[in-house]
């Protein structure tokens, strides 16, 4: 039985590429949503119903929903009846996850409460990361407390996102949810809420076990990543077609390869495997071997192009992509993104023409490079010497490929086979 408990305005804090779709879905249900965000500009974006950042769906949802006066935005935190935290875990220099954010974010709701609210961390993060939230919530407050049923309850759960960046829209409605409460009221809690606009099932267990499953699903992910990218070293140098050999090997009935590529980007893969190797450092071996065979991956990429690049005096190479991946405007930890920057350094007698169909301004370390330009992807390829392909978005794959007639192509992605 869930507390009989409110569940009707919700702060949502952390309005980025979770938590501004999450607050989107909560509004649309029906809730009051407030969202909260550091950043200034993007409270005035949401406020207008925009969004500042490409995803598939969202801004009609956000438009709607703050024109009915269900969804808001602001610098500071609300009074509420729910919180979702929502904040990066980014890691720190030992891949230890910096909770520093998760933290400040407790700090700012611990004042808001009177008792009987659900406080659900969003963000992915090492066993242990929900207590703590709690803990700061409850030292700051200590009238307060997380055994249930109480006038002075508050109760902490946990329900790790795990929506896929480019079908956000559709994934936060229709993924099943894992929710861990610290308490199994807190648990019930939290399904009563998220059940106002998941579709998919609502598994109940408790924080740790949650935090645990999240960092499972992309270290499993990243391992299985890790073997693609190291069968296509091996048949690189055994001067076999990696693309036709993991499909003549899927054929297999039991054999599903993924694909390699130019390494793994994002915030997510490319950061939470490190959360279990640095909890359980000598037991996590073929985690972090995983983890450094994908991190190796961009340097090869690199030194490849950089070889053929070595044929020409002053060489134009169209890097094709730097986003993170297919399909999204996203740039954080993008390998595509450090290849060309790396490249752009090492040729300064070169240019480097940078397609990127989701951006309309280069990042600030490529901008800042004379010999680095956003081209469009007809001008790019008809320039280069080298086609350097390292993102398969769309406009890339449909390419016509009789225009790549006399050009050097290095395909990591194999769009072009
Ligand atoms: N990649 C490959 N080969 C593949 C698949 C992916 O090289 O076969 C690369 C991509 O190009 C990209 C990186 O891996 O650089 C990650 O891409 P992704 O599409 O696998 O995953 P993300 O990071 O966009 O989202 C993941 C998802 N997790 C899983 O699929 C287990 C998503 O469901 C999570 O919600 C998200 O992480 C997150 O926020 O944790």
Redesign the pocket.
Known sequence: MSPDVPLDTVGVIGLGY?GLPTAAVLAQAGKTVIGVDIKQANVDAINAGKVPFVEEGLESVVAGCVAQGRLSAQLETPEADAYIVSVPTPFKDDHEADLSYIEAAARGIAPKLSGGELIVLES?APPGATEHMAEVILEARPEFTSEPNLPNSLYFSHAP?????GRIMIEMIENDRIIGGITAEAAELNRELYASFCRGELLLTDARTAEMA?LT??A??DVN?AF?NELSIIADKQEIDVWELIELANHHPRVNI????P????H??AV?PWFIVSAERESSKLIATARAVNDAKPQLVFEKALSQADRFKSPTIAALGIA??ANIDDLRES?SRSITNELAHRLPGGSILVVEPNISELPAELDARDNVELADLDDAIGRADIVLVMVDHDPFKNYDQEKLQGKIVIDTKGLWR
Do not use: M, S
Not at 161 to 165: T, Y
Not at 258 to 261: F, I, K, S, Y
Not at 263 to 266: C, F, I, P, R
């Open positions: 979770i992915t996102e795990r929506v896929l960046p999240k699903e992309n499993f992910r990543i693609a993924l694909h390699p590529g390494g793994v980007g994002g997510c893969i939470d993170f991946k390998p």
